[in-house]
């Protein structure tokens, strides 16, 4: 019975190093970003050898996995069931740039960090597709073709933008809702029925 006791405190203090070596990474990319993130500050701020995070993580690819698994547990993104819910188009564009607005207020030192560095190594991908599948949902049900169609699902894009918001929010520093009175304008100018 000692033997299996051992074992399962051995393996608690396994999955507690690796916690904290996944909240250590997950920090320092919030602070500087993966590309930036060097193990050698993991293991310091993880309170563990440089050895004990690659016995971990043997791979980088694991690591960033186990990383982003765990932010998005803390942090998830907004509900696209609930926006897809809304039958309204206008009433579900409203819904979808407050919730996604709100995301990347309080997540914003995080996705900086993030989407600088895509270019660089194979991280932000999870978010890109959230911001692509978002455009698709606010763009359904507007009853437009062609070019119209078109200039509206541009400006959706352009609206549900990390880097818009960001621009709008700090670039020209527009209060919150300054920042989405200016994204529901530039869709609404170019949505049925406008004047």
Excluded at 57 to 65: K, M, R, S, V, Y
Excluded at 70 to 92: F, G, I, K, S
Aim: aromatic share 6%; charged share 25%; glycine share 10%.
């Amino acid at each position: 019975m000692a033997r299996k006791y051992q074992l399962g405190v051995r393996a608690e203090r396994q999955q507690a190093t690796r916690r904290r070596i996944v909240e250590a990474t997950v920090e320092l990319h919030r602070r500087v970003g993966p590309a930036r993130t060097e193990v050698s500050a993991i293991a310091e701020l993880a309170g563990v050898e440089r050895v004990t995070v690659y016995r971990h993580f043997p791979e980088q690819q694991q690591l960033l996995a186990a990383c982003s698994e765990h932010y998005r547990a803390l942090n998830p993104l907004p509900d696209l069931a609930a926006l897809r819910r809304v039958r309204d188009p206008r009433e579900r564009l409203r819904a979808g740039l407050e919730a996604a607005y709100a995301y990347y207020e309080a997540n914003e030192a995080m996705m900086a960090n993030v989407l600088r560095d895509a270019a660089l190594m194979p991280v932000g991908g999870g978010f890109l597709r959230f911001q692509a599948e978002l455009s698709r949902c606010l763009a359904a049900g507007w009853g437009l073709r062609g070019g119209p169609r078109a200039r509206l699902v541009a400006a959706i894009g352009l609206a549900v933008d990390f880097g818009t918001w960001r621009r709008l929010r700090r670039g020209e520093g527009l209060s919150r809702a300054g920042t989405l009175e200016v994204a529901l304008g530039m869709v609404g100018a170019l949505a049925p029925g406008h004047r």
